[in-house]
């Protein structure tokens, strides 16, 4: 007795997740077994010989060995228990822009939404131990760019991925975090404010099974997906050999539009990005840059979205985010709090430089300015070393 085409697709669906959680069998090994059976009921039902000519003689003891052992699961019983969606290769639901890449995966986990097809979306990346200048620079493009409507994407990782992820949940944008380990497992375990917010917001994407932990061999490979996902990518700051670099390599191999902030030469988190542009990767001096790029691209209109947000430089955000958090003073106090802020950067400056400034546009005493320089300091807004002070990366 035949089923009908619902039937046949729950009972498909079935088979897929149990195709993708045979432990040993990897995910070009699926794609061998699902061509050979044509289908991943085919796959499962495949004779011994048929598997031994298919796979490599590990995988294929790993798949005869283990594949009467893997219970079918309903998907629907799956969905409700572990609070996420399989979505495997046969679904419809499968995202295009991952078909299109050299080594999709097979299947996809996925709590919240996947990435909508039709919207923009920027993969913006680099160093988990970032400078100031690159967190405050993170936060402006991530914030500008999901205030315009483009979706961001990066793998919720410390220091520039999360927060440019925190930036455009922040403005009420929509972003994505493809994880290293299982989509129900929060990792690094420090974000999981930010987790709990992409769920709500967004989505957390693995190619991973439930409770699988993170591992240094999945984050490689899960930047391929980043990347996929991804019609630009943008890289903040990056040293030379890192993570970083990986998915930028991978971004290149499916054809993908690199852009990259400059930084100085002389520092060690910029190594990686002026390498990029030295070997003719975009300059991303403005997120107005990857607007255009996107939308020369895609055909995206961006314009009536952007005329109900005026974006600040990178300086200005941190100067005005650290103004609302600082404690009330009285108006003369008030205002050098104003110049001094104004006249420091992200990146340190010598004492007596930024109190001559300062005293230019009003004269001040020595001591009256280092006391407020103490409090500052004390509240948070700036930070010393030495004789050279910067301003702090309020996020």
Not at 152 to 179: E, F, H, P, T, W
Not at 186 to 195: G, I
Not at 220 to 226: A, C, F, G, K, S
Request: glycine share 8%; proline share 5%.
């Amino acid at each position: 007795m035949g089923c009908n085409a619902d039937e046949w697709n729950a009972v498909e669906e079935a088979e897929c997740l149990r195709l993708a959680n045979i432990p040993g069998v990897g995910n070009l090994s699926i794609f061998r077994l699902l061509e050979k059976g044509k289908n991943a009921r085919g796959a499962m039902k495949l004779s011994e010989k048929d598997v031994m000519e298919t796979l490599d003689t590990k995988s294929a003891k790993a798949f005869l060995r283990a594949r009467e052992d893997i219970p079918t699961i309903n998907l629907t019983d799956f969905t409700k228990k572990y609070k996420m969606d399989f979505i495997p290769w046969t679904s419809p639901q499968y995202p295009e822009r991952l078909r299109r890449i050299p080594d999709p995966p097979f299947a996809l986990y996925v709590k919240g939404e996947l990435p909508c097809e039709e919207v923009p979306t920027v993969a913006i990346i680099g160093a988990r131990a970032c400078s100031e200048y690159g967190k405050a620079v993170a936060a402006q493009f991530g914030r500008q760019l999901g205030a315009v409507g483009v979706q961001i994407i990066s793998g919720m990782a410390r220091g520039i991925d999360g927060i440019a992820q925190k930036a455009a949940l922040d403005i009420n944008g929509k972003s994505y975090a493809v994880l290293g380990c299982g989509a129900d497992v929060c990792y690094p375990p420090e974000s999981n404010v930010l987790y709990e917010q992409l769920c709500l917001k967004g989505g957390v994407i693995s190619e991973y099974p439930p409770g699988t932990e993170a591992k240094s061999g999945f984050f490689p490979l899960r930047n391929r997906i980043i990347s996929g996902l991804a019609d630009l990518i943008l890289v903040v700051e990056a040293r030379k050999r890192s993570g970083t670099y990986i998915t930028v390599t991978r971004a290149l191999e499916q054809g993908k539009d690199v852009y990259v902030v400059p930084g100085r030469i002389t520092d060690a988190l910029s190594e990686g990005c002026n390498f990029l542009l030295s070997q003719g990767a975009g300059v991303a001096c403005s997120p107005e840059i990857l607007l255009q790029a996107l939308a020369e691209r895609g055909g995206y209109d961006f314009v009536k979205k952007q005329e109900s947000y005026s974006g600040d430089s990178a300086k200005d955000n941190v100067i005005c985010r650290q103004e609302k958090d600082k404690c009330s003073r009285n108006n003369d106090e008030n205002e050098l709090v104003r110049m001094i802020l104004h006249h420091l950067e992200l990146t340190p400056l010598e004492l007596q430089q930024v109190y001559e400034a300062v005293n230019r546009e009003q004269e001040v005493s020595y001591g009256d300015f280092m006391l407020e320089i103490t409090k500052m300091q004390i509240a948070g807004l700036i930070e010393g070393e030495g004789n050279y002070f910067r301003l702090r990366c309020a996020l």
